[in-house]
């Protein structure tokens, strides 16, 4: 493995664990607070040198980043040309707060030369939780504002667990409009929403607390990464999958207290926004340096799952998880001494 094998950066930005919804399957509820990412002269630096090789720049959080608009603007105003600049939201918001924004990022969008997009959460917990419900109009938008440059595109996601309640309550909103749609033929964690000439994917992930919901995945974890890998034609590994390289490329979390993380692996590596000189090559130097996240990166996840599933506290929790960019997390806190004689045995038994 060298740098060269990797694909672009996936850059993740949570700006805020401020949210005032509290869905019931929220994987960040019992870390939810009051703070937000700050940027001084330094942060911005380094924000910019991570930002130098993103395929797409997704301005999250561990809360509701549209609490906070001038944070998410002052991050995308970072992006430029090529890039994808995308905000995973609630978007329960006032219309009218919610349009200016996107004229706003729109704007910038013009200025920078990145693409706008918004992705935004559909699913019966947000339905019951968020006080304005603005699937309708971003769609109503998108269609006025279809084929105009800078405009954002609108993506919307959900869980596995509730695909015929989004189709039936999007399908019914858009009936009651007179506006035609239909669905084109699905892939089990993609759909296509067709209105008119417009198409909205909708996304489908299985939970990452399953039980705090009272609802069962219709998949299991074996058969969620099975259907990753037919949605994007590649085995399973951690990383950016939206990669034509021979690894994928890391997949980096910036949190709101400056943190700097591998996605789905966060205990395994930490940087920070303030450290000098912090960039792309060095995060991929530590992965190359780590034989467990060189091989987490290169090999096949279902292979390691595999060799978890032989131990029965492990299996328990790929079972009672069953998304595996929460799984390590949780093996790791709840039998970390299994789990590091698991990983041991597979890195010697590669090696060899």
């Not at 809360?63 to 992006?79: D, I, K, N, S």
């Not at 596995?160 to 506006?179: K, P």
Request: aromatic share 6%; proline share 7%; net charge neutral.
């Amino acid at each position: 493995m060298a740098r060269d094998d990797f694909g672009p950066t996936l850059l993740y930005v949570d700006i805020t664990n401020a949210c005032p919804i509290g869905c019931a399957f929220c994987m960040y509820l019992p870390v939810q607070g009051k703070q937000h990412l700050l940027l001084d002269s330094r942060r911005t630096a380094t924000l910019k040198r991570l930002l130098e090789t993103v395929s797409r720049l997704s301005i999250s959080g561990e809360g509701e980043p549209l609490t906070q608009m001038a944070r998410v603007l002052e991050v995308a105003a970072l992006a430029g040309p090529s890039q994808v600049v995308e905000v995973i939201t609630s978007a329960g918001i006032p219309w009218k707060m919610l349009e200016r924004f996107l004229g706003d990022l729109e704007a910038l969008a013009l200025a920078r030369g990145f693409t706008p997009r918004l992705r935004v959460s559909l699913d019966r917990w947000h339905a019951e939780k968020v006080p304005h419900h603005n699937h309708l109009p971003l769609i109503q938008r998108a269609l006025v504002h279809q084929g105009q440059p800078g405009t954002t595109q609108v993506a919307f996601r959900s869980v596995t667990t509730e695909r015929a309640w989004v189709t039936s309550t999007l399908g019914a909103q858009l009936a009651a409009t007179g506006l035609h749609h239909a669905w084109s033929p699905v892939h089990e964690l993609t759909a296509q929403l067709l209105v008119g000439s417009l198409h909205i994917p909708v996304t489908f992930k299985n939970l990452v607390h399953p039980e705090q919901t009272g609802t069962a995945d219709p998949l299991p974890l074996e058969e969620y990464l099975h259907a990753i890998e037919r949605v994007t034609g590649r085995p399973f590994t951690f990383g950016n999958l939206e990669s034509p390289r021979r690894f994928a490329g890391p997949d980096v979390t910036v949190k709101h207290n400056g943190q700097v993380l591998l996605y789905g692996l966060e205990q395994e590596r930490t940087w920070s926004l303030d450290e000098p000189g912090l960039d792309r090559g060095r995060i991929l130097d530590a992965l190359l340096a780590d034989p467990m996240l060189r091989a987490l990166y290169s090999i096949p996840l279902l292979e390691i799952v595999g060799h978890w599933r032989r131990v029965p506290a492990l299996s328990r929790c790929l079972d009672s998880v069953n998304n595996p960019y929460w799984v390590l997390k949780v093996m790791r806190e709840k039998h970390g001494e299994a789990f590091h004689r698991v990983m041991q045995d597979f890195l010697v038994m590669e090696a060899a």
